[in-house]
Nanobody
Framework: QVQLVESGGGSVQAGGSLRLSCTVS???????????MAWFRQVPGKEREGISC????????DRPDSVKGRFTIVRDNANNAVYLQMDSLKPEDTATYYC????????????????????WGQGTQVTVSS
């Protein structure tokens, strides 16, 4: 079964940067290239928020205003991985971050809807202190 594993979370001061990684295992590189990959985040008691989705080939979807200009999703098909570069971090970015795979390969109009994704990672915690 396809597995997603996130890493790279941790504690950082406001204004700092982190790069999250999501590696996808138990599939071929060609199969990974056919998936759309996304990053989400969730704070306890709140809905999971979509950050961005990227298919191959294609450009990442637009990001929500809360992270626009600061977060960038990048996929690396050669290594079955997708990354989330997070810059200028703010305390409100504190959350558990999840990567997700859409086996259908599309980042459609509803890319931010959780039901679009068939597989999720376990999440990685990011804590930003002021």
């Amino acid at each position: 079964q396809v597995q997603l594993v996130e890493s790279g979370g941790g504690s950082v001061q406001a204004g700092g940067s982190l790069r999250l990684s999501c590696t996808v295992s138990r599939l071929t590189t060609a199969n990974f290239a056919s998936y759309a990959m996304a990053w989400f985040r969730q704070v306890p008691g709140k809905e999971r928020e979509g950050i961005s989705c990227v298919r191959w080939p294609g450009r990442p979807t637009d990001r929500p205003d809360s992270v626009k200009g600061r977060f960038t999703i990048v996929r690396d098909n050669a290594n079955n991985a997708v990354y989330l570069q997070m810059d200028s971090l703010k305390p409100e970015d504190t959350a558990t971050y999840y990567c997700a795979a859409n086996f259908g390969g599309l980042c459609g109009a509803l890319w931010y809807a959780k039901y679009q994704y068939q597989r999720w990672g376990q999440g990685t915690q990011v804590t930003v202190s002021s």
